[in-house]
């Protein structure tokens, strides 16, 4: 590399070092744990005086000389310079990443907070430097003994894009050349003093039971055909004291894969830390729609790179998916790649997956759960809380009624924007999602927000009794329900309660008025869900889905119920019941302004 070259990105780094953090590590979301003594790490005469979850200065700084004293760049335009992390690399990644501290009762230490790391942006930004000398790090310089780090991908010659670079790093290392050891048989690197080591692995879920890792390293996430491996690592590791799971991956073209999952769960995680603390989100997606634009704006206020629009051929909105734009990853070959795609379409979805960073599939999550949680309103403390404030208002109902061997949702849109939820299944479907929601379905069937009804079918009768009762407490106006529940059904209500069923379904031409209101009014702030939780799990869940032949995403859209495992029926029937607020209420009669006259 030219010394023209070197100052040129010398400048621009000092220019970004000079604009300081975006968002400062102590400002970030923590758990408000305030148990444990004073911290007490030390690094270079900086003491932290902390105590409880904190970020702890001295750890991240250790951390950070790591890099810039002992690693040098080894390959690119970088090479054999000193790894001066970049800005977005040492304050959004490494510093919370190794910074975030929590006491530990089983341990009794402080230790680090994240046990899993998700990263996830386009490729070529500098990603396998950064991971490599995350490795050497738990390797040599996290002070644990017989530390075991693994690197694993879809295959050997994968996970070795990874191994390679560490081990060039320590080659081109003055001191850790000294100290770490490098078999290049076994594919190892050796660090004696903690007789700890670092090697590549095959996928071999089976034979991977015996290893105690402090540190695995998955590279590409996407590639993996199932959860096999990172389950019989993640569960190898219960008895290291702070191990670090660290995944880097590029967005899949596969919706329904391992990869696709784990990647829509960092997006969840940086969206709602307090939903696994024990986890760290960086998540870097060009928007493919205005509401993914207006999600990123939330949750990143002010942050420089934000896209400024969902125009793919835009630049100034690259720099988002791509954080090492103009520093790893060269613009003119961006520049280069993007012309060719814009003329072909076969190449289209290349540029659209490995550069931007988006999912090449007909299905997108579709509510962003921050602007779900806008519309909270007053929480509600138990399910009879809401009924209660609603009593003898007038509402719309929908109704969801599955199988008797699944999940039936029934639903109140209140005039003010407030929703009432009933959920029933049968009894011993609950065990799969309790399993499948981390043991929160059965709280919610234990709280009362579920009715979980005896042996594995669906009592109707309960439901048609709650339908009648609510039609007593409230002021129902009609009943949207999709025909799939057929007309028994419809006659039933209507007998009981002389109720009007509106009938409908879940297809395009049907769902994207409501869909479309129901957007609107979400962004104006419009409805209380009043922190319903098993509404809030389904408006995680469900993902809008366009017509195969509609790419620009133009034509209407309708709720995506091909998912296994998942349950949106709350949303269906609230979809529903918008569609019946957007008819209206009956026109009044005419006797009721003219009485008798009107004979």
């Known amino acids: 590399m030219t010394e023209r070259r070197r100052a040129k990105i010398a400048r621009r780094r000092a220019a970004a070092a000079a604009a300081g953090p975006r968002i400062h590590p102590c400002d970030r ?101 950064l991971l490599s000398g995350a490795a050497l790090y738990l390797l040599s310089g996290d002070d644990e003994e017989s530390a075991e780090v693994y690197g694993a991908a879809a295959d050997t010659k994968q996970a070795g894009k990874v191994f390679e670079p560490a081990a060039r790093m320590v080659q081109l290392s003055a001191l850790l050349k000294k100290s770490v050891k490098h078999n290049k048989n076994s594919r190892r690197l050796i660090y004696d003093a903690t007789a700890s080591y670092y090697e590549v692995i095959p996928f071999d879920p089976d034979g991977e039971l015996g290893h105690n890792p402090h540190g695995f390293i998955l590279d590409e996430v996407l590639s993996q055909p199932d959860d096999s491996l990172w389950n019989a690592m993640r569960t190898a590791a219960g008895a290291r004291t702070q191990p670090l799971f660290l995944c880097i991956t590029t967005e899949t073209n596969k919706p329904y894969s391992f990869g696709a999952t784990f990647i829509d769960e960092a997006e969840r995680v940086e969206e709602d830390p307090a939903r696994a603390p024990h986890q760290f989100a960086y998540v870097r997606k060009a928007p493919k729609t205005k509401e993914d634009l207006e999600r990123l704006r939330r949750l990143h206020p002010g942050h420089p790179d934000l896209p400024v629009s969902i125009d793919r051929w835009d630049e100034r909105n690259w720099k988002w998916p791509n954080p090492g734009l103009d520093d790893f990853l060269s613009r003119s070959a961006l520049r280069e790649e993007a012309l060719e795609a814009k003329n072909d379409r076969t190449k289209e979805n290349a540029f659209v997956q490995f550069r931007l960073n988006q999912r090449v599939s007909q299905a997108s999550r579709w509510i962003a759960l921050d602007l779900w949680d806008l519309n909270r309103g007053k929480r509600a403390p138990n399910p009879g809380w809401v009924e209660e404030r609603y009593t003898g208002q007038r509402c719309w109902a929908g109704l969801d009624l599955s199988s008797k061997l699944d999940m039936t949702a029934w639903v109140l849109r209140f005039d003010d924007g407030g929703i009432l939820w009933r959920f029933w299944i049968p009894e011993s479907r609950v065990p799969d999602l309790t399993l499948a929601t981390g043991g929160k379905f059965q709280e919610w069937v234990d709280d009362g927000w579920i009715v979980a009804t005896d042996g594995d079918t669906i009592d109707y009768d309960l439901i048609y009794a709650q339908i009648k009762a609510d039609h007593e407490r409230f002021r129902i106006t009609d009943i949207t329900y999709d025909k799939w529940s057929g007309e028994p059904v419809r006659q039933h209500v209507e007998r009981e309660t002389g109720l009007t069923m509106v009938e409908s379904n879940t297809t395009f031409e049907r769902m994207t008025p409501p869909m479309t209101e129901f957007m609107r009014l979400l962004k104006d702030r419009f409805y209380a869900t009043h922190g319903n939780p098993v509404a809030r799990w389904m408006a995680d869940n469900i993902e809008a889905k366009h ?45 009721e302004s003219r009485g008798l006259a009107a004979l």
């Open 29 to 129: 979301w923590r758990p408000d744990d305030p148990y444990g003594p004073v911290c007490g790490y030390t690094f270079r005469e900086k003491t932290c005086e902390a105590r409880g979850a904190h970020y702890c200065e001295p750890r991240a700084d250790r951390v950070v000389a790591f890099y810039t004293e002992l690693l040098v760049h080894p390959k690119g335009a970088h090479a054999r310079t000193k790894f001066v992390l970049a800005p977005w690399q040492e304050w959004d990644i490494v510093r919370p990443l190794f910074g975030e501290t929590i006491w530990s009762t089983d341990w009794q230490r402080y230790v680090r907070r994240y046990r899993v790391a998700t990263i996830c942006m386009g490729r070529k930004n500098g990603k396998s430097g």
């Open 547 to 591: 017509p195969a032949d509609d790419p620009d995403r133009v034509r209407p859209v309708k709720p995506n119920r091909d998912k296994e495992g998942l349950r949106i029926d709350g949303i269906v029937a609230l979809f529903f019941a918008e569609d019946g607020a957007m008819r209206g209420t009956p026109a009044p009669s005419v006797y």
